[in-house]
């Protein structure tokens, strides 16, 4: 049956072991953000809103949320400061844009797309990318909308460890898989095109211009009307060293796998080649929704062509 009436959306929010999310209450107050999401999301599609609407709006609203690792709950690095990257990616022309170690910004995202659309670059760092923001008139916030004292007791805690550590890290002993923060929205609007977008913080204490997967095209994110639409969340350098989101891809346009068979395949690969940590959520040229992960959980959820919304870890 022919699909290509109906939309569909997915967001995640990180993956890992959520040691972090070990009550019902902290599981409830995350799976009620992602459906809150995805409702409005859903609006937008409904509304005729294209799919890079969408994908930047719930992208955008993941990063308003404290409880994730981007825009206002980013972590900190070895400095005690922020510096965010994030992309997004158009899969009706390949158009992308992309931000890596910016400051100061409440929606990177935003600005990724304001490289996208309104430069003739696909990627701006650090001063660039600030002068660039002051360029498009986008407002700086203060030091403080992102110093809160959870991210500050978490550095505190990264430094004497003497380690770098991973957003949510368990105060216990370390766990083969900790909670990796990203957040991601990909989406297909009714005409079929797709978009894909992935905004982050980074790792906890990271070093300085650390830059991960998100920003990076076909790593951490990927939208192609032939093939898919791609987010990825977890260690950005496993992500960076497998491609993983292009790899998933070419392996629906050069294997011919349908979308949910090449997002099980990328995870397969991603697994075998580096041990990879994280996953992926896919929407495939026909609007089906696939994930995968190689954490114990992974926060996500969907609207499959407009029908009810799903969230779980
Ligand atoms: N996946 C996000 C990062 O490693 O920066």
Redesign the pocket.
Known sequence: MSQTGTYSLMVHGGAGALDNVKDEKTAVRYLESIRSVLEHGREILELGGSALQAAETCASLLEDDPVFNAGCGSVLNENGKVEM?AAIMDGRDLSAGAVAGVENIANPIQLARLVMSESEHVMLIGEGAMRFADHCGMERVPESYFLTPDRIAQLEEARLKHKIMLDHDSTEEDTEDQK?G?IGAIARDPQGNLAAATS?G??VNKRMGRV???PIIGA?VYADNETCAVS?????ED?MRSVLCKTIADFISMKGMDAEAATKAGIEYFHRKLKGR?GVITIGQDGKCSSAFTTKKMIHGWIEHGAETHARF
Do not use: H, M, P
Request: charged share 10%.
């Open positions: 990257d990796y990203t982050t980074g790792i991960g997967d998100s951490g990825a969340t977890g260690y950005g992500f994280g």
